[in-house]
């Protein structure tokens, strides 16, 4: 449309609406953690933005590109995880200029990770030191936990992730994953998609993904608790508090 087209069709807008245009509503980019998004954000999204009459842009992907993207002011709040204290830990290796003194993290809900299976492994239930053991390479075949003679290959998300983050920081401490031959992937999803076809495979991943997916847990003696949050750059702006306040109640409304 041309500059006069664009005028002339303005003009008609204006006559028709008494000279009252009603403005988009504002739009408050979400961005981070998966687990967030599909546990939270996402399913929430249209009662949040009814709510608090602000339009969500919710970007998945991992916790810390959520609070680069939020440091970096292409976001306005980061969708966290894991603790806060862990994904700054691990982003001052590779940045330590940025100022993460100045985040602040908003606990929103709770799920748990979860640990999956080849469908035709019998292992069915395992112990946290059992998964723990594995991770750092002390059992390396399923023969040790009463299963076939095959070897063990974890799959889980590359570093930067909220459930790896976590399933560390309760079974390794300060540690990493350290078996040998483990299989990284981008995102969570893929995790079941990788562990559907190698027999051996033990993966990490979001319990969303697993009751979506169909894929066969791992059930293990306690659950690996994980807290999901939105972070904010300095104290919360009015918009992100009302998103606070509206997605701990969608939440709440669940119980």
Not at 77 to 85: G, K, P, R, V, Y
Request: hydrophobic share 45%; glycine share 8%; proline share 5%.
């Amino acid at each position: 449309m041309t500059r006069r087209g664009r005028i002339a069709a303005l003009t008609i807008l204006l006559a028709l609406t008494g000279g009252h245009v009603c403005a988009a509503p504002e739009i408050v980019v979400l961005q981070g953690a998966t687990t967030f998004a599909n546990t939270v954000a996402v399913p929430h999204a249209k009662q949040v933005e009814a709510e608090t009459k602000l339009s969500l842009d919710v970007v998945p992907n991992k916790s810390s590109f959520g609070l680069l993207a939020l440091l970096e002011k292409k976001a306005d709040l980061a969708m966290l995880s894991t603790s806060l204290a862990y994904e700054v830990n691990f982003l001052r290796q590779s940045k330590p200029d940025l100022p993460f003194q100045r985040l602040q993290a908003f606990e929103i809900a709770r799920t748990r990770a979860a640990f999956v299976v080849h469908p035709g492994n019998p292992v069915r239930h395992a112990s946290l030191d059992d998964v723990r053991r594995i991770l750092t390479g002390e059992i390396t075949n399923w023969n040790a936990l009463g299963g076939p003679d095959l070897l063990v290959r974890v799959v889980a998300v590359r570093q930067g992730g909220g459930v790896v983050a976590t399933v560390e920081s309760r079974l390794l401490g300060p540690g990493h994953i350290t078996a040998s031959d483990v299989i990284r992937v981008q995102v969570g999803t893929q995790v079941v998609k990788v562990v559907a076809q190698e027999p051996g495979a033990l993966g990490i991943t979001q319990l969303s993904i697993v009751k979506t997916s169909g894929a066969v847990e791992l059930a293990t003696d306690a659950p690996i608790t994980q807290i999901l949050s939105l972070v904010t750059l300095d104290a919360p702006t009015p918009q992100a508090v009302a998103i606070i306040d509206a997605m701990r109640r969608a939440v709440a409304s669940e119980r």
